[in-house]
């Protein structure tokens, strides 16, 4: 058996035996950790150009760094569905690295310096990212990008099990196809502490979710950190940031 052979072979063992697809996405990240020289990885889900969810995750900081590319509305797993290309930053402390400036800060605040985002496909369709990510800058060897291109291709077999499994959608969900469904399955403190910005302050729903990512930016917390403080009544509404027009989004960091 040649080595890549043997690196797909234990990617794909690693899911083996999972209890779910959820539980499987979480294995194969954690294999990527083990096998990669990584520090970490994280599968995020994406749809109509923004991540809806952690779908499978190595630990608490690769679901972190997924809810940064949320907050931030920008990051290289974004670039990487648009593109259907992978994104390879080594070094986000480096001054030429220009891409992503407010994702970049606070990332470099959580201790990482170098993510390798691969796209993963369903269909052919970019529906997500498998990102990989190192607390020290430098490269992936040839051996760990070769296995990060098996994770990414093998990342959309649990997707594709939890798109197909039989699930008992109520009246609201009727007509919305399977990946509609799935992506509103992620995230629901946000959804909820939008619904709680439209009534309180009269806006419409995109502005809504604008207002609360860049109370989160300027916060120095992710969007769902703030949205559960909303949502749980620990964050007034009432308050003059709250009210104010978050104005142009890039000067929000969004």
């Known amino acids: 058996m040649t080595a890549p052979d043997r690196m797909r072979a234990e990617l794909g063992a690693s899911m083996s035996g999972a209890s779910s697809a959820l539980a499987a996405a979480d ?136 798109m197909n499994a039989d699930v008992d959608w109520d009246e609201a969900t009727q007509g919305v196809d399977g990946w509609e469904q799935l992506s509103s399955l992620a995230r629901v403190e946000v959804y909820q502490a939008t619904g709680m910005i439209i009534a309180a302050l009269g806006v419409g729903p995109a502005e809504a979710l604008v207002r609360l990512r860049a109370h989160a930016c300027a916060s120095g917390v992710t969007a769902s950190e703030l949205a559960w403080a909303v949502v749980e009544r620990r964050e007034s509404l009432d308050s003059e940031a709250w009210q104010r027009d978050p104005g142009n989004t890039k000067e929000s960091g969004l």
């Open 27 to 162: 294995q194969l990240c954690q294999a990527c950790v083990s096998l990669l020289d990584v520090d970490g990885a994280s599968i995020s889900l994406m749809y109509e150009g923004t991540t809806r969810g952690t779908f499978g995750s190595s630990g608490e900081l690769g679901r972190r760094l997924d809810e940064l590319q949320f907050t931030y509305g920008e990051g290289p797993c974004l670039d990487a569905v648009r593109d259907g290309y992978p994104v390879l930053v080594a070094d986000f402390d480096d001054p030429r690295e220009l891409r992503w400036p407010a994702f970049s800060e606070a990332l470099l605040a959580s201790g990482v310096c170098a993510v390798f985002a691969f796209p993963v496909a369903v269909a052919r369709d970019h529906v997500g990212a498998l990102d990989l990510f190192r607390r020290v800058r430098g490269s992936l060897s040839e051996d760990s990008l070769a296995g990060g291109l098996m994770a990414a291709d093998l990342a959309a077999l649990p997707l594709l099990d939890l």
